[in-house]
């Protein structure tokens, strides 16, 4: 079974940056897209960033210029990097993938910034 394990979250001050990753495991076929959502309390888990299998991504606008997702298919890993975060940044992020037809999604990473 596909497994997804997230690590990077913490604390950090507004501007700060954090850098997460997601590693998948139990890989069976190639993973199309890959993508980080995020959930804030009270809010519907909403997409932070996407990355197809040929590179192309996608940003929510509150992120784009601030967030930059990247892969690496070879190891089905996957990374994003955070830079001038905002308080508003804050959520449990979560990684997810979709091998064939189905999507999968990790267990998330908290992250919280202060003001």
């Known amino acids: 079974q596909v497994q997804l394990v997230e690590s990077g979250g913490g604390w950090v001050q507004a501007g700060g940056s954090l850098r997460l990753s997601c590693v998948a495991s139990?890989?069976?076929?190639?993973?199309?897209?890959m993508a980080w959502y995020r959930q804030t309390p009270g809010k519907e888990r909403g997409l932070v960033a996407l990355?197809?299998?040929?590179?192309?991504?996608n940003y929510a606008e509150s992120v784009k210029g601030r967030f930059t997702i990247s892969r690496d298919s070879a190891r089905n890993t996957m990374a994003l990097e955070m830079n001038s975060l905002k308080p508003e940044d804050t959520g449990v992020y979560y990684c997810?993938?979709?091998?064939?037809?189905?999507?999968?999604w990790g267990q998330g990473t908290q992250v919280t910034v202060s003001s």
């Open positions: 997810n993938a979709v091998q064939l037809l189905r999507g999968y």
């Open positions: 990355i197809t299998s040929a590179g192309s991504t």
């Open positions: 139990g890989i069976t076929s190639s993973l199309s897209h």
